[in-house]
């Protein structure tokens, strides 16, 4: 009989590395994790939130009997960017000039971006880009006596996209 050599690693406690020494108990993690991914297969809906993303497994957009995992954004994680949102476009920041308002929400959104670009993210991003332009709108309508206007024949779309430049995702 032969055994396996594990070498210490770090984090992993004596227990568990007495435990995978031995050839049966290999094959034991093995099978285990072979039920688990068929347990998980057969699953009709499953969401797991980890690390702001929620993996679930989604039917087939084709009308196909087959279903796929995806990865989108958290509720959990889309709600906290939406109150960071709320903290940097707020009626106490009436006095901030919009130039480095924009700039600042710039800024946060291609952070968030970034790390929530993988998996199918659009609808998320679609999301945030609405939620954010209407602040935007409400706080310049809401900075004066008189509101803020766009100019003659520009929507507000374009004049807070391309005018004053904020970005979308």
Same mark, same amino acid.
């Given at each position: 009989r032969s055994r396996l050599e594990v070498k210490? $690693?770090? +984090? $992993? !406690?004596? +227990?568990? /590395? !007495?435990? *995978?020494?031995?050839?049966? @108990?290999w094959l034991a993690l093995i099978l285990f994790l072979l039920v688990l991914i068929f347990a998980l297969q057969n699953l009709q809906q499953v969401d797991v939130n980890f690390l702001g993303f929620t993996f679930r =497994?989604?039917? !087939? /957009?084709? +009308?196909? !009997?087959? =279903?796929? %995992? @995806?990865m989108v954004p958290s509720a959990q994680a889309c709600a906290r960017r939406r109150q960071a949102v709320r903290g940097i476009i707020n009626?106490? =920041? @009436?006095f901030v000039p919009i130039p480095f308002l924009i700039k600042q929400l710039n800024r946060q959104q291609r952070g %968030?971006?970034?790390?929530f670009g993988k998996g199918r993210s659009r609808p998320a991003f679609r999301a945030m880009i609405w939620y954010t332009f209407q602040r935007v709108v /409400?706080? *310049?309508?809401? =900075?004066s006596q008189r509101p803020y206007r766009p100019p003659e024949g520009v929507s507000w779309y374009a004049h807070v996209h391309r005018k004053l430049g904020l970005e979308m995702l």
């Open positions: 210490y $690693v770090e +984090g $992993v !406690d004596n +227990g568990a /590395k !007495d435990m *995978l020494k031995t050839p049966k @108990s =497994r989604e039917r !087939d /957009k084709f +009308g196909r !009997d087959k =279903r796929f %995992w @995806s009626a106490r =920041r @009436s %968030w971006a970034a790390y /409400k706080h *310049l309508r809401r =900075r």
